[in-house]
């Protein structure tokens, strides 16, 4: 049977470039770092990225690669839960840059799951009293 183009559309050239380049030792992730000047209610926070995020279809798809090689695809998760995409991180006292970087660090060291959707949220708590 063949994937239906529209709930299955092919990933763009570009896409396809990032993925085939991505490896353990040159991960193809953008990170980002916003600071917040206090504690975020995670509640709130995933109650955002629902109303924000999930419209736009990517969010919710994977990418699936045919057994022979062929061109990737996205396709709908059907395990999709958004909770696997928001994780609590507290920063070890005193809280500041050094312990915020050593986190991050590893965290942009690490590769996404490849069968989910390829983007995921950490919120960092206790840092300088903020998140």
Same mark, same amino acid.
């Given at each position: $049977? ?18 085939? $380049?991505?490896?353990?030792? @040159?991960?193809?992730?953008? @990170? =980002?770092?916003?600071? $917040? ?11 955002? $990225?629902? &109303? ?15 057994? &022979? =090689? ?35 660090? =590893? ?18 708590? @206790? ?5």
């Amino acid at each position: $049977m063949r994937p239906d183009p529209l709930s299955s559309p092919p990933l763009s050239a570009v896409d396809y470039a990032w993925l085939r $380049m991505d490896d353990p030792t @040159n991960l193809m992730m953008i @990170n =980002g770092v916003l600071v $917040m000047e206090g504690p975020v209610d995670l509640g709130r926070l995933r109650e955002v $990225m629902v &109303k924000r995020l999930l419209p736009i279809p990517r969010f919710r798809q994977r990418v699936a690669t045919p057994p &022979k =090689g062929g061109w990737p695809r996205w396709e709908a998760d059907p395990d999709f839960d958004i909770d696997h995409h928001l994780t609590p991180v507290t920063l070890p006292e005193p809280g500041d840059d050094a312990e915020l970087r050593a986190v991050i660090e =590893g965290l942009a060291s690490a590769p996404l799951d490849p069968t989910r959707p390829l983007w995921h949220f950490h919120a960092i708590a @206790n840092y300088r009293g903020g998140t």
